[in-house]
Each structure stands twice: as structure tokens, then as C-alpha cells.
């Protein structure tokens, strides 16, 4: 049988006794490489997998829609230098009856690559198949409104197309490198149920909206090296007298702007997230080791009388923080990786695309077990150092008492004020202050990661908040297919179980700021409007004026502009007027890229006389069902948003996703706080327990003797509380800073109550830790503490 | 004679180390009175210091009696054993067991804050003829030093019974000597019934009584005619 070394034994012995602190480090270090694990994997399969259907299924590089084009035009398109190749295609939206849902669903039928072509955004059938070329009933759903709407190939719609009912059989289930998140106009997170992308023949699909032999939508991939400002320029000059809705390139494409996104944010919590965690357990190892050399003087050195050598007794203790490192490392590739498996979950309910193995498993696990190592030997190397430094004949005396002396507290003259007890206090805390100052450090992260945390969770919920209860205060909105006259919104207003309506006008435009030029909608809305409303992020209502725009602050700071100066409007619909229009204030609204101007000044900028986009409308709750049913039947009715609808889809969204993150992020600063406590006290009481013993002995009660110790933990603890406030104040407004996309900003919301939640969990972990080592006090024996020198 | 300050009646102290059991004390019987200086004395293992342990109510007997005054000691819990120490007995270790963190003035005001009437730190660091070295942290004193602050600690609260553990066990013969000279001191002028646990033989002139100590049993108690000034021992 092979026997271990002595040493070896020792080791794991010494683990054993110090099991306590033992846990707290690998769990520290667990949450690290889970973290890692979890996020990298995550991050490396989300990018690795994007790039890879981008590639396969040739996503385009750059996208125009325009009103009519005959096929020709497309061949001065071709002729654009830095144009590699290009699609032309047909793209309508249209209103959905589906099988099961009340309100009318909204659809874009887009044709089908042609595949023989080498055709662009090529289509990946996941099941089924694809329609039969000539058909004009057949449809490939996309797997997000298949699977919301469980449709299966053989299953029928109703759609209304141009004006027409056509029932369309769908015959597969397909996803498109264009589609991965679909978002369907008005929409703040996707509903699936709601919104989905049809692909048909496209012959059939021509003749249902007069395109025959024209296009109406243009893809474009780019050559090499090719200005994509340039081509962008080009293909709207050449689109401009049919229509063009303004050219635009991946940057500004919903579905990769949204995936893009979150992969960068992903990326940067798996940097940020493990290395807090690295760094904390490097700091436990660092003082559990240290200690532990200190305690263990005469054994090193009786070793090195033995013979040993300094490298070996160095290598022993190393040898320790390793086993503690890799029991972390272990338990966190083990639990990193299913809850990669579990993100991923998730990300595939919101993203449509095929996930691949990034085929990096074993590397990032391996990464995780090396990062483990080098944070316990960076904890773990001045100790061991120390031991191996150790004289043989000075280690085998008892340590000399520690100095001490008198602190600028104490010199300020609050000596007379101290009682003995609290200068013990002071200076033991002083004596060692890059300790005191590391251990105040940690308890902060806790308390700000839980603020952090919270902080979003809360931005969040403001954020849906402040859309879905002050901004949208409509239950329904519902879309014309074009701009109508009055006798539209009069048409509203008589459908029954409507109790009041409001008119708006919504136009796609382009705005222009100098050289800058940006995308956006224009909302004409009605001054006096109940409905919908021009917010502030702090609930303060804009009043609508009767010249000139207000602009959302992204778009304002997007284009560089303020109130007072004037922006050129590009109408990107109808005669596509360009108009030079005042800026009369900047809404701080936190979504999107929007302008709000009165819809009767919208109507005079488009010169298309009093028309509406659609209209908003509040409905008498009991006849929802026959209203719904009724819209589905209206020609002109491009579809509805449902207000509710959108609410619980956030409310689903923010449950399974965020809502996991959150718990796990609690988890991990409880387990920063506890370990950092309990550790911090059980060294305390290991270099301390003999003067505790003498406490106790002079005739000092066992409350009294755990006040002094704890009472350390408790100044670090206190101290480290309202520094984590300002810690996670300043960690919310980086994340904010961070986490704010093109699409929306992050609102920075900070309640007294996730404060004081926050510290208030820390101090209660931290509780918890003082009461697991003033049992150990209890238990201490007197008689034994006093005996042992060591 | 006056009633017993402390006595013992049929005490035993077994330890269980493992699956051994180890008689640390047999039966043993023995009274203490008031202002009495008492040299225990006896090799490693005799038991000097369960004995000592036992009667500063760091420990309760496996059987029999330990009574201080008409206070039993055998059954008190920790907060009447607490309580006992606290107002009753003062104690010196061979090791000192100063706190690091506390200058030799602060060492003795730890007790003093918790004592009912106690001498002030200073007037007991002038018993052990310190004064001078008050604000000095232990770091900054010699070892005779740091165990004349552990007697002014021990004394400061006028305890009616001072136990020393080898309290010249550490110390030359010359520091030794003074440390003594400090506990006969005590004795005498502040009548402290005073213990004194020693190898050293030559210890035991100093006594009124003497008490020899084998395998957990008293094996002698001799009373001295004339009590040997500490400056006049030597070892």
C-alpha cells in the first residue's frame, strides 16, 4: 500500500483542523470560477455561434427598404463599388389570424432567398420544409412565433394581405440569420405570440402586392475593405426616386444591434464578476496561511531540523492553499457548467439561432482551474515564504509578545476616553491596517454587489414602470396598414366597446445634425392626449408644442445636439419631404430613439393633410373578446399591441432571467460576507485565544471575552457597511454606464431601501459568522487555551 | 485558628485523555486560612497544578468538596465560578499572560474596571515597584518586568487569595528573587492568603506551610518555625 509523506499528511491534516476557514475559501473561490466558467462558456458560445450562422447562412452586411422598385434598378444597385453582391426582395407586413389567440397577431412576409443563387440571410429549415416554388399558400413560420404560437408544418393561419383574407398552410419551421430576436414594431421586448416573420414564394407573394418583376426591400453584402458610409450614400441615391426608406448597415439592424449587445455585456461581466470573487479569495488564503505559519513556528522549525529543506516547507504550505483552490475550482466548473447549460436555456427562449459548441469547454474549465491556482498561490506565496525564511533555532522559541503602541486615535487625546478593553480594540486593529484595510474592503464588495444587484433589478422594474404605467396608459394600439383621414379614427371610435380613442401619426424618419445622421420614429401625438404622453425618466410630463420637436436624450446626445438648435427631418415614407425643424426640448426618456411633435404639426411637416398612423384606445373590459375578434377582421387594421400583453411578457422575461442572476448574485456576496467574517474572527480567535484565556481567567465573562473579539468584527463590518453604500452606488452607476445600449438606457434608481436591505444582509451574514465563533469561544478550555503557547 | 478561607474535602480530578483516564488528584483534603503564604511543591505530574486550578475555580473537582468561605466551588457553573474569580482571586502565571496590546498600567486598570474596590493601577504597579515603566507596552519590558505588572494585576483588585503558577519559572535567579520579594510583600501588607506552585525547593523556607505533593496525593504539609525572607533564599 503507498503510504503518504508525513508532510503530506500533515497537510491534509491541517485542512481537516482548519475545515472551517477551509470551506469559506473554496467557497469564495467557487463563486470566482463559477462565475467564470458559467460566463466565458456562455459568452463563447453566444459569439462563437453568431459568427458561425452569420457565416454559413451569408447574413448581409447592409439593408434598404424602399415603396417600389422595378428588378432593374437593382442593377445600378450591383453597380455600386463595394457592393459584393445583393438580394433584392419583397418584405410586407401584414395582420395574422391565429389559431387560439383573441387579438389580431402582426406578421412581416418576407420572400425566400434564393437559395440557388447563393442568395443572402439564407434560411435554416429546423423543420417541415420549405415552401414549394410557385405556391401561393405556403409559408416557413419562424421558430419564435411557431413555438409561441405552437404551430407545426400542416397547421393554418389567417393572414390579410393587402387587403385580402388568404389562409396560409404553414409547411415548416425555419430561422434566419435576420430574425435571431425579432421585435415587432412598438415593441419593447419581443412577444413571439404576437409577432412573427413568414417566409413565401415570392412570386406568389409579388402578385399579392403588385411587385411583380419589382422589389420592395434590398439586401446587400459588402466587398472587402469596402467605406460602408459610402455604399449606404450610393444605395440611397439610387433608391431615392422609388421609395427608399434610407439605407442602413448591420450597426443599425434590430435583431444583431440587440445580440451584439448583450454578448458585450455578457463579455464584461465575465471579466468583472470573477475577478472580485479571485481577489477576495486570494486575501482569505493569504491570511488563513499566514496565521497558520505563525501558529506552526516551532513545528517548521523542528522540520528544518530535522533536515527538511526551506524550499520543501514553503512547498508544504503552498501545497494547502493548492488543495483548497482545487476543491474550489472543482465545485465551481461543476456547478459553472450546468448553469452555462441553464443561461443558454434561457438566452434560446429570446434568441433564435442554432447554438454550437464553441468546442472550448475543456479550455475554459482548464482556464478556471489555472485562474483558481494563481489567485491561492498569489494568497498563499508570502506565507509560505515566510516559512521557508524562518531560522530553524529562533522558530523553535516562542514568538516574541507583538508590538504595540499608541495610535493617532489615542493621540488625539481620546486615551482618557478609552476603556482598556476598547484600546485593545483599537490597537489591534491598528497594528495591522493593510489587514484592517483589505478586510473592510471585502465586507464593502458584499454590501456592493448586493446594492448593485438590486440596483438593476430596480432600474429595471422603474424602467417598465414608468413605459407601461406613465408613458402607455392606452390598452390597445392599434395600426392602420397606411395612413387614413379622420374617417378612420371616427371608425375607432364606433367600434364597440371602445370608451375613448386618441389619434396619432408615427413616421419612420432620418434626422440630421451637421454630419451626424441617425434613425428614429416620429410620433405625432395629440397635445391634450390622456394616453400616450411625453415623460420625463422622473414622471415630470412634457407638453406637446406647436412648432418644433422634442427629442429623446439618446438621440439628442447621438446626434450632438441640444435644445434651441435645429435638426434636419428626413421623412423616410411617402413624397420623403426634408424639412429643417427646431429642437424645443430634450426628454430624458430612457428608451429609444424617438421625436414627439403635435400630430397636427406632423401632418403639416408631411404635407399629406389631417391622416392618422393609427390610434390608441381604452376598452370597456367585458368586451374585449368581440373587439379583438373584430379588429382581426378589419383590412386596414395592420395590428394591435396589447398593453397587458407587453407587461407580462417583460414580467416573464425579468422572472426567468434576471430573477436567476439576482439569486445567484445574493449567494455569491453572502458567501463573501460570511467567509470574510468568519475567517476574520476564527484568526482572531486562534491569535488571540490565549489573551482571551487570560480575560476569562482574570474573571471576565464569557460576553465580556467574545465582545472584544467580536467587537474587531464588528468596527471592520461597521466601517465596511456605508463604504459598500458608496461602493455600490458607484458600482451601479458604472454598471448603468456600461449596461446602457444604443437601443435604451439603464435608469440609475437607488432606494434607501436596497441600501439598507443591502448592508442590512451583510450585517446579518456577518452576524451569522460571529455567532458560529463565539460558540467556539463558549467551548473554549480554559485550562488547555492557557497551556497553549503555540 | 480561624475558619479555612478555602478548603477541600475528598477531591478528586480525573481527566479522560482518549481512552485513558488519568487521576490527576485522589482524595484529596486540605483548608487554607487567611493571610497564610503556602509553598506547593512537586515534580511534573503530582498534580500542583489541577490542585491550584481547583481552587482558583478554573476547574470543579470529579469528586468531593471545594469550598471558598460557605461558596461551594464544585457545582457552580461557569458564571459563579466567573464571579468568584472576578472578586476573589488573583492570579500569576509562569508565562505572564500580559496583553500585547495594552501598556502594563492599562494590563492592571483591565482588572481594576472590573473590580469592586480595587487599588489603583498605579498604587499597585508601586507595590511591584514599576511605576516608572506604566506606559510601556510588554514588548518593551523585560521578563522580570512583565511578571511584576502580572502580580500588580493579580493584587490590584485586593483579592483575598493570590495563586502563582511557577511564577519564577522564566526568570534568572536575580529576577526571580525580586518577583518573590513582591509576593511576600503582598502577603504582608495587603494579608493576602498567597499559593505558590514551584519546583524549586529552595522556594519552601519562604512559607508558613510547605506541601509536598506525589502522584496526585499530599504526601507531606510541614509548617516552618521562621519564615526566610525571599532575600535570603538561594537557588
Known amino acids: ?790 | 485558628m480561624a475558619e479555612p478561607v478555602l478548603r477541600m474535602k475528598d477531591v478528586s480530578k480525573v481527566y479522560r485523555v482518549g481512552d485513558v483516564e488519568v487521576v490527576a488528584l485522589h482524595e484529596v483534603s486540605l483548608d487554607l486560612h487567611a493571610g497564610e503564604f503556602i509553598v506547593l511543591l512537586g515534580p511534573s505530574g503530582s498534580g500542583k497544578s489541577t490542585l491550584l486550578n481547583l481552587l482558583g475555580g478554573l476547574d470543579v473537582p470529579t469528586t468531593g468538596e471545594v469550598d471558598y468561605l460557605d461558596h461551594s466551588l464544585s457545582d457552580g457553573g461557569d458564571e459563579n465560578l466567573t464571579r468568584f474569580r472576578r472578586e476573589h482571586v488573583g492570579f500569576v502565571f509562569q508565562f505572564y499572560n500580559l496583553i500585547p496590546s495594552l501598556t502594563a498600567e492599562e494590563n492592571v486598570a483591565l482588572v481594576t474596571d472590573i473590580a469592586r474596590s480595587p487599588l489603583s493601577p498605579r498604587e499597585a504597579l508601586a507595590l511591584v515597584g514599576l511605576t516608572e515603566r506604566a506606559d510601556h507596552f510588554p514588548a518593551q519590558l523585560s521578563g522580570g518586568e512583565q511578571q511584576r505588572v502580572a502580580i500588580a494585576r493579580a493584587v490590584a483588585k485586593r483579592p483575598d487569595v493570590l495563586l502563582c503558577d511557577e511564577p519564577t519559572g522564566a526568570l534568572d535567579v536575580v529576577t526571580g528573587r525580586l518577583v518573590l520579594e513582591v509576593l511576600e510583600r503582598v502577603n504582608r501588607e495587603l494579608g493576602t492568603l498567597t499559593a505558590v506552585i514551584t519546583h524549586n525547593a529552595s522556594i519552601a523556607g519562604m512559607g508558613d506551610r510547605v506541601i509536598r505533593m506525589s502522584s496526585g496525593r499530599i504526601v507531606d504539609i510541614a509548617t516552618n518555625a521562621r519564615r526566610l525572607p525571599a532575600s535570603e533564599l538561594e537557588w
Open chain 1, 1 to 790: 500500500m503507498v503510504r503518504l509523506a508525513a508532510l503530506d499528511l500533515k497537510m491534509f491534516r491541517d485542512a481537516w483542523h482548519l475545515r472551517g476557514q477551509v470551506i469559506a475559501c473554496a467557497l469564495v473561490v467557487a463563486g470566482g470560477i463559477n462565475s467564470f466558467v458559467s460566463l466565458s462558456s456562455v459568452n463563447r458560445t453566444l459569439a462563437a455561434s453568431q459568427a458561425a450562422f452569420y457565416e454559413d447562412n451569408r447574413f448581409a452586411d447592409a439593408f434598404a427598404s424602399l415603396v417600389r422598385a422595378p428588378e432593374p434598378v437593382a442593377r445600378s444597385l450591383e453597380a455600386i463599388p463595394g457592393i459584393a453582391a445583393l438580394e433584392t426582395r419583397v418584405a410586407v407586413r401584414v395582420n395574422l389570424d391565429v389559431p387560439g389567440l383573441a387579438e389580431p397577431a402582426r406578421g412581416l412576409v418576407v420572400s425566400m432567398p434564393v437559395e440557388a443563387a447563393g442568395g443572402l440571410n439564407a434560411l435554416h429549415l429546423v423543420r417541415g420544409r420549405l415552401p414549394v416554388p410557385g405556391s401561393a399558400d405556403e409559408a416557413l413560420a419562424s421558430e419564435a412565433f411557431a413555438k409561441a404560437n405552437a404551430l407545426e408544418p400542416g397547421d393554418t393561419i389567417r393572414a390579410v394581405m393587402n387587403g385580402r383574407y388568404q389562409r396560409l398552410r404553414v409547411v415548416g419551421v425555419g430561422i434566419s440569420p435576420e430574425y435571431i430576436y425579432a421585435l415587432g414594431p412598438g415593441q419593447l421586448v419581443p412577444d413571439n405570440r404576437r409577432f412573427g416573420i413568414l417566409w413565401m414564394d415570392r412570386k406568389a407573394l409579388a402578385a399579392a402586392y403588385d411587385l411583380d418583376g419589382a422589389f420592395n426591400d434590398v439586401a446587400v453584402r459588402l466587398a472587402p475593405g469596402a467605406s460602408p458610409a459610402t455604399v449606404l450614400g450610393e444605395m440611397d441615391r439610387v433608391l431615392a426616386p422609388y421609395g427608399g426608406a434610407g439605407a442602413y448597415d448591420r450597426e443599425d439592424q434590430l435583431s444583431h444591434r440587440f445580440l451584439s449587445d448583450e454578448i458585450a455585456q455578457n463579455r464584461t461581466m465575465a471579466r468583472i464578476t470573477p475577478s472580485i470573487f479571485l481577489a477576495v479569495g486570494a486575501f482569505l488564503l493569504y491570511t488563513v496561511l499566514t496565521r497558520l505559519v505563525q501558529m506552526q513556528r516551532s513545528q517548521v522549525g523542528l522540520l528544518k531540523a530535522f533536515g527538511y529543506s526551506g524550499a520543501r516547507i514553503a512547498f508544504h504550505y503552498l501545497q494547502l492553499a493548492l488543495v483548497i483552490s482545487l476543491v474550489g475550482a472543482a465545485l465551481g466548473v461543476g456547478t459553472g457548467l450546468p448553469f452555462a447549460g441553464h443561461m443558454l436555456a434561457l438566452y434560446a427562449e429570446y434568441y433564435f439561432f442554432p447554438m454550437r459548441d464553441h468546442g472550448a469547454v475543456l479550455p475554459v474549465g482548464a482556464v478556471g482551474v489555472g485562474l483558481a491556482v494563481l489567485s491561492a498561490a498569489l494568497g498563499a506565496v508570502p506565507a509560505a515564504l515566510k516559512a521557508a525564511r524562518l531560522p530553524p533555532a529562533e522558530s523553535m522559541r516562542p514568538e516574541p509578545p507583538p508590538r504595540f503602541h499608541s495610535g493617532v486615535v489615542e493621540r488625539w487625546g481620546l486615551r482618557r476616553a478609552l476603556s482598556p478593553a476598547m484600546r485593545m480594540l483599537v490597537r489591534n486593529l491598528a497594528r495591522r491596517p493593510l489587514r484592517l484595510a483589505a478586510s473592510v474592503t471585502g465586507i464593502a464588495v458584499a454590501v456592493a454587489l448586493l446594492v448593485m444587484m438590486t440596483a438593476m433589478m430596480d432600474g429595471i422594474r422603474h424602467l417598465m414602470q414608468w413605459q407601461f404605467s406613465v408613458v402607455q396608459r392606452e390598452d390597445i394600439q392599434a395600426l392602420l396598414v397606411e395612413p387614413r383621414g379622420n374617417r378612420a379614427f371616427h371608425a375607432f371610435q364606433s367600434l364597440g366597446g371602445v370608451v375613448q380613442a386618441e389619434p396619432f401619426r408615427l413616421v419612420a424618419v432620418k434626422l440630421r445634425a451637421g454630419h451626424r445622421t441617425k434613425r428614429g420614429v416620429l410620433y405625432g401625438l395629440e397635445p391634450d392626449g390622456q394616453m400616450r404622453r411625453v415623460v420625463d425618466g422622473d414622471g415630470t410630463p412634457w407638453a406637446l408644442p406647436p412648432e418644433g420637436l422634442l427629442l429623446t436624450a439618446i438621440f439628442a446626445d447621438t446626434l450632438g445636439v441640444r435644445a434651441g438648435d435645429r435638426l434636419e427631418v428626413e421623412v423616410l415614407e411617402g413624397a420623403r419631404p426634408r424639412k429643417s425643424v427646431p429642437i424645443v426640448g430634450i426628454v430624458d426618456e430612457p428608451i429609444g430613439y424617438a421625436a414627439y411633435v403635435s400630430r397636427a404639426y406632423a401632418n403639416r411637416l408631411l404635407g399629406e393633410g389631417d391622416v392618422l398612423s393609427g390610434a390608441y384606445l381604452r376598452i370597456d373590459d367585458d368586451a374585449r373578446e368581440p373587439l379583438m375578434a373584430r379588429l382581426k377582421t378589419l383590412p386596414q387594421v395592420a395590428g394591435a399591441n396589447l398593453r397587458e400583453a407587453a407587461r407580462q411578457q417583460f414580467d416573464a422575461m425579468i422572472e426567468r432571467s434576471v430573477g436567476i442572476m439576482i439569486a445567484v448574485n445574493l449567494l455569491f456576496a453572502w458567501i463573501i460576507a460570511f467567509g470574510l467574517v468568519y475567517n476574520g474572527a476564527r484568526i482572531a480567535l486562534s491569535e488571540r485565544g490565549y489573551e482571551l484565556a487570560t480575560l476569562r481567567v482574570l474573571g471576565f465573562t464569557q460576553r465580556e471575552a467574545a465582545s472584544l473579539l467580536l467587537g474587531e468584527q464588528g468596527v471592520i463590518t461597521a466601517v465596511g457597511l456605508p463604504f459598500g453604500m458608496a461602493l455600490g452606488i458607484g458600482f451601479t452607476l458604472y454598471f448603468v454606464w456600461m449596461l446602457s445600449t444604443q437601443m435604451w438606457r439603464m435608469p440609475y434608481v437607488m432606494t434607501g431601501a436596497n441600501l439598507v436591505g443591502a448592508m442590512g444582509a451583510v450585517a446579518a451574514a456577518a452576524a451569522a459568522s460571529g455567532a458560529a465563533v463565539a460558540w467556539r469561544l463558549r467551548h473554549m478550555d480554559l485550562v488547555e487555551a492557557l497551556k497553549a503557547r503555540e
